[in-house]
């Protein structure tokens, strides 16, 4: 299954950290996408963006918020014209943030925001995109499920695992675990209901990444979670199957604790 070959891709939130090397990483893949989908909310300001498009003409920049369904919508209907009639194989939703409160701490207000961004916002891309996940599906009917058929691919964490909550900050980042929990659900809810359309949804978590959401003391450098050389996300992608349907699975392709 090494190196599957992916029609279309879609990424939320990238204009930086594991969204911007989901790209470079597409892009110069050996065989790479026709169409990847750069999405996020800036991109007129995003340099490393604009000088990418100029090298790679498959590479399409949208803008799009995750937390606004006029700006979704707007993307949607971008994203369909580049298509042409075809379908969307691969969604991945990645854009996220973080705020690094307590329990006692957190307030209604950043707990919607969160929530919003990392939860509703995934839902939301999902919901509108699936009429072109669907297209994807229908177009390659006997090919069995995979991401180069039809797949919605969350950025999880293993803080909203509710079975290991005390592994690394216990009392923090309350918002992001909530709403990665909330994300999981999501997961579960949509390998469900679009199951008999073909498609797949999982959820993943990319390890302790050095972003700037991950900080500079996180173990592991972009391309070794993203695996630009052939492990990493990248080979999760390439091995997912309708087995893996709902699944929460971490950067190497181990099975997680809900
Ligand atoms: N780094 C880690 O250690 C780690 C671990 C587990 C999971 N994750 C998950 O991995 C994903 C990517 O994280 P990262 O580490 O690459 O973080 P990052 O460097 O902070 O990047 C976050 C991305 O999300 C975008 N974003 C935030 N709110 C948005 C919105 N409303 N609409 C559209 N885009 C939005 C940001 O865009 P702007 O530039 O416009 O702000 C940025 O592109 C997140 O879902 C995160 O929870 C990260």
Known sequence: MANLIICSVLVTGSSCGIGLELLKTFVNKRNP??????????PEIIQELKSLTSKHSNLVIVKMDVTDKASIEDAYSAVKETLKGHGLNLQINNAGIAIFHSANETTAEDMMRVYETNTVGPMLVTQTFAPLLK??????????????????????????????????????????????????MLTRCQAEAYKTDGIIAVAFEPGWVQTDMGGAKAPLKLHESVGGGGGG?????DTLTEKHNGMFLDYKGLTLPW
């Open 33 to 42: 996408p026709e169409h990847v989908f750069a999405a996020c909310r800036n």
């Open 135 to 184: 297209k994807a599906a229908q177009e390659n009917p006997k090919e069995v499920m995979s991401c180069s058929k039809a797949a919605v691919i969350h950025t999880s964490s293993s803080l909203g695992s509710l079975e290991s909550t005390t592994h690394l900050y216990p009392d923090a980042l309350i918002e992001y675990r909530c709403s990665k929990t909330g994300l999981n």
């Open 233 to 237: 996300i990248m080979k999760v992608f």
